[in-house]
């Protein structure tokens, strides 16, 4: 098991930028592939970005591809989520999560953060 801590949300205006954070604790993410997903009030957690273990593998939603961009610094065991240019569609609890692949399916990730609130202001 992997506990995961994110970090970075909060609030922003249309336009602006976050990077949240995803940090392990516990375990390492040694291995281990590292998603982000998000929920918004009364929608279903929807797939958001992943990576694998070795970084040239990299998968985002079409509704944020070229917008947000997930990194990660493996000696740090931290994974990152730069978002550019946020809208209003774009607020909701962020998650972390770990797989033993980037897949974009949210039954396939065993271990999960808490999440961070993105508020994205018009």
């Known amino acids: 098991q992997v506990q995961l801590v994110e970090s970075g949300g909060g609030l922003v205006q249309a336009g602006g930028s976050l990077r949240l954070s995803c940090a392990a604790s516990?375990?390492?993410?040694?291995?281990?592939?590292v998603g982000w997903f998000r929920q918004a009030p009364g929608k279903e957690r929807e797939f958001v970005a992943a990576?694998?273990?070795?970084?040239?593998?990299?998968y985002y939603a079409d509704s944020v591809k070229d917008r947000f961009t997930i990194s990660r610094d493996n000696a740090k065991n931290t994974v990152y989520l730069q978002m550019n240019s946020l809208n209003p569609e774009d607020t909701a609890v962020y998650y972390c999560?770990?797989?033993?692949?980037?897949?974009?399916?949210?039954?396939?990730?065993?271990?999960w953060g808490q999440g961070t609130q993105v508020t994205v202001s018009t």
């Open positions: 999560a770990t797989n033993i692949y980037p897949t974009r399916m949210v039954r396939d990730y065993g271990d």
């Open positions: 516990g375990r390492t993410f040694t291995g281990y592939a």
């Open positions: 990576i694998s273990w070795s970084i040239i593998y990299t």
